[in-house]
Every structure is written in structure tokens, then in C-alpha cells.
């Protein structure tokens, strides 16, 4: 046997998963069990100093969600990963340890819908607060980083506007801030981009998307670099002070590079319980068995739709990072070179009630606001995902009146084509 680092296709079914010990079972087993009955006392006194790591309770740990959690460590090239109910959880989750009332986190202006939402106005209620800034003006991101400042937050693949973020320049500025970056992952997964290898300390996941791939699940992740220095200076007291609730503990002196890790469990998972369930952990872990699979055929079944729209005479234009007409087309050989992804936005020149008239006339396309299914997706943001944003803040993410956003399934190309086609012909006739 040679030493050699397996590869993607090996990690994405092996890593995290091992025959059950108790049964031999070779798929990973669904766990729907609450509790996990303790050898003896001093065994759950030592769970419960986290002297010892083991099963206690499915709030904080199920060894279902444990091996999900590996496996995606394993294929982001981090050091641990901490499962959550969803991708807006796992957001919450990543930024509640860093985050205190008056901080602040940096984030670029072309996100989710969802996620501007949720840091424009629900992080509020926590006392944090969001500063927006255009992730392609370096110096206006640098200079929105201030003493306050505790993440820097972006998408490395955009929702939805095709636009890929120059991830290593944002590293750059963050590290010189001492401030850790959280890059949402869940466009590309860590098949076409692997954040930390550009310099990211956190990466999130929506996993409901093209990690499950398949439409079944609401899940998220976070993937710990290990890398992050908490103790630099005193701008991260959970993980580098005394922790009350653990009789003194020192994430960052006890765990090391998996502070953030134990941390998220045992004070995140614990107190504000986000949870991954069992069952979904394992749609999920059998998702990622075939995500290089489905991932190429997401990225060249992309292309084709992509360049058909860029031709057609009724499209205004075609924003997919993976079509050489693009301005970040450059980016995607260094930050995604096996592909874009599935997921871009289309405008049609006839406007807003042509967009609403082409997606009640599809017919294969199915109309609902998720990404990364098997299916291919349609949707008007506008209208619908991007729905509570101001106009200017819809242009400024890439949705605006008169876009369409697709995120193309794994169908035959050409069958999409037509379908496109014919519905196009009704929208603007
Ligand atoms: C869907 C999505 C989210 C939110 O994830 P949920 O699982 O729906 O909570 C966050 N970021 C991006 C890029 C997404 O596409």
C-alpha cells in the first residue's frame, strides 16, 4: 500500500466512515438514538469535562452526524467540522463565538438573499452588526475592518450572480487584520473550490444543496481550518479565556487547532441546539458519495445552457463565471479550475413580465427556491428569494427585475434547451 493522500472520489465515500463496530454494517448506520448509555460514572464525569470525547447526548454529538462531520473536514482540507440543522444555523453558529454585542463582521455585497436578510437585520437582535462592502474594491473592504471587526464573511461561488470572489486577496487583508474569513462554500463545494487552501479559517455550508444534491435535506456545516491564532490578542475571549461554564477551560490552550471545534459543540451545539438529526446526516453522507460525479456533469451541463442563452436573441445577457464572456471568467482557473458550478442568472431583454411569463411556461425546469438538485431549478429572485431587498441591494447581488436565476440538474442538456427555448417563445412573444 502506497502512503499517498487518497483522492476526492476515494475521500467522498471513504473518509468518516468505517464498518459499525458493533454490527459490521458497511453503511453508516442512522443512529436515531437520544442517548448513549456511559461505561460508568467516572466515564460520564469525564465526557462531561470533555477529558474524554465520546457520546453523551444527539444534541451535541451522534456518531451518524460524527461521521459526516469527518468526512466533510476530510474534503475541505480542514481540522474539524460541526454539523447544523441548516446553512443559516451553521452561519449563526460560526460567527456566535466570535461575535459579542457592538462586533461587527465584513461582508461582501453579492450573498444569498437569505444571508443579507439575516445580517442586515435578525443579527441585530444579538447586538452584532453587518458592514456591506463590494469584495472586488480591496481597499474599501480593508478599510471597512475596524477594532470592532471579527469576521470577514463572503461566498467563494456568489448566490446568484455568477461572480467569484479573488479569495486569496481577501485572506490577505483579513490576516493583516488579525480578523479570521468565513467563506459560505456552498456554490462550489469543496469539489470545484477548497477555501482554506486560499486562506479561509471558517468554511460554511448550506449541505440542503448540492452536498445532499437531491433535494431531500435541510443541513449545514462548518468546517474548522485549525489554523486561526484565537490567542494573538484578547479580540477572542471564548476561545482564548476562561471558559465559566467548563470550570475555567481554555478552548484555544486545551483543544489547539480544534478550539473552534470543541467550542462549537460544546457551548454552540449545547446552548443554542441547531442541530444536525441523524436521518439527515445520513441522505447527506450518501449525497457526498457521488458529489465529484454529479458536480461535473452540474458544471458541463451549465455550459452548454449557458452558451445556447449568450446566443439567443431574446436574452439581454448571461451571467455564469464559467462562460469566457464573463469578467470573472479569469478567476474561476484559480479559484475553481474543474468548473463554475450550476447556478447563474439570465436577463431577458423584454423585462420584468417576460421573466414571470418564461417561468409559469417551463415545463421539465421546476419552479422553488433551492439549488443544487438533480432537478434543474428556476426561479425569479426578485420576486421571491431576494424578495425583502431593496432594489438597489437586488442589483448590487445580482437579482435584479429582469433576471431569471437557474440552477441547472443533471437532465440531458438539450432537453433543458428545448424547454428554455419553447418557454422563452411564449414569455416574449
Ligand atoms: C441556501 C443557502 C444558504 C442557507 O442555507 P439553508 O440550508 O437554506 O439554511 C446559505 N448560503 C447559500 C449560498 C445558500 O445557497
Redesign the pocket.
Not at 440543522?85 to 452561519?91: I, M, P, V, Y
Given at each position: 500500500m502506497s502512503e499517498k493522500t487518497p483522492g476526492f472520489d476515494t475521500l467522498q465515500i471513504h473518509a468518516g466512515a468505517r464498518p459499525d463496530p458493533a454490527t459490521g454494517a458497511r453503511q453508516v448506520p442512522i443512529y436515531q438514538s437520544t442517548a448513549f448509555v456511559f461505561r460508568d460514572a467516572d466515564h460520564a464525569a469525564a465526557l462531561f469535562n470533555l477529558q474524554e470525547v465520546g457520546y453523551i447526548y444527539s444534541r451535541l454529538t451522534n456518531p451518524t452526524v460524527a461521521a459526516l462531520q469527518e468526512r466533510m473536514a476530510t474534503l475541505e482540507g480542514g481540522a474539524g467540522a460541526i454539523c447544523c440543522?441548516?446553512?443559516?444555523?451553521?452561519?449563526i453558529m460560526a460567527l456566535f463565538p466570535l461575535m459579542g454585542p457592538g462586533l461587527n463582521v465584513v461582508a461582501s455585497n453579492r450573498?444569498?438573499g437569505?444571508?443579507v436578510t439575516q445580517f442586515s437585520h435578525t443579527i441585530k437582535r444579538f447586538g452584532w452588526s453587518a458592514k456591506f462592502v463590494d469584495f472586488d474594491d480591496m481597499d474599501a473592504v480593508a478599510a471597512a475592518i475596524d477594532d470592532n471587526t471579527r469576521a470577514v464573511f463572503c461566498?467563494s461561488i456568489?448566490?446568484p450572480g455568477g461572480y467569484i470572489t479573488d479569495l486569496d486577496a481577501i485572506a490577505a487583508i483579513s490576516d493583516r487584520a488579525g480578523v479570521p474569513l468565513i467563506v459560505?462554500n456552498?456554490?462550489a463545494t469543496p469539489y470545484l473550490c477548497r477555501p482554506i487552501e486560499h486562506g479561509a479559517t471558517l468554511v460554511?455550508?448550506?449541505?440542503?444543496?448540492y452536498l445532499t444534491g437531491n433535494g431531500t435535506v435541510?443541513?449545514?456545516v462548518i468546517v474548522d481550518s485549525g489554523k486561526f491564532d484565537w490567542s494573538a490578542n484578547d479580540k477572542f475571549p471564548a476561545l482564548s479565556q476562561p471558559e465559566p461554564a467548563y470550570h475555567g477551560l481554555k478552548f484555544h490552550e486545551t483543544f489547539g487547532p480544534l478550539a473552534f471545534t470543541f467550542n462549537a459543540i460544546a457551548i454552540g451545539l449545547r446552548d443554542l441546539g441547531m442541530t444536525l438529526n441523524a436521518q439527515a446526516a445520513h441522505y447527506t453522507l450518501m449525497g457526498i458519495e457521488t458529489l465529484s460525479l454529479r458536480m461535473e456533469k452540474h458544471c458541463s451541463n451549465a455550459v452548454k445552457v449557458a452558451q445556447w442563452l449568450e446566443r439567443d436573441e431574446r436574452v439581454a445577457y448571461v451571467t455564469y463565471a464559467g462562460l469566457p464572456s464573463s469578467p470573472y471568467y479569469d478567476r474561476v482557473n484559480r479559484i475553481c479550475p474543474k468548473g463554475a458550478s450550476s447556478?447563474f442568472t439570465f436577463s431577458l431583454k423584454a423585462g420584468y413580465e417576460a421573466c414571470v411569463k418564461l417561468i409559469d411556461s417551463v415545463n421539465l425546469f421546476s419552479h422553488v427556491a433551492?439549488?443544487?438538485d438533480t432537478r434543474s431549478l428556476i426561479i425569479h429572485s426578485a420576486s421571491t428569494t431576494h424578495r425583502q431587498l431593496t432594489e438597489a441591494q437586488q442589483i448590487a447581488a445580482g437579482a435584479a427585475p429582469d433576471v431569471v436565476r437557474l440552477s441547472i440538474g443533471l437532465e440531458d442538456a438539450d432537453d433543458l434547451i428545448a424547454d428554455l427555448d419553447q418557454a422563452l417563445s411564449k414569455a416574449c412573444a
Open positions: 440543522s441548516s446553512g443559516h444555523a451553521a452561519q450573498l444569498y437569505g444571508t461566498e456568489a448566490n459560505d456552498t456554490t460554511v455550508h448550506s449541505m440542503t444543496k435541510t443541513g449545514g447556478l433551492n439549488l443544487g
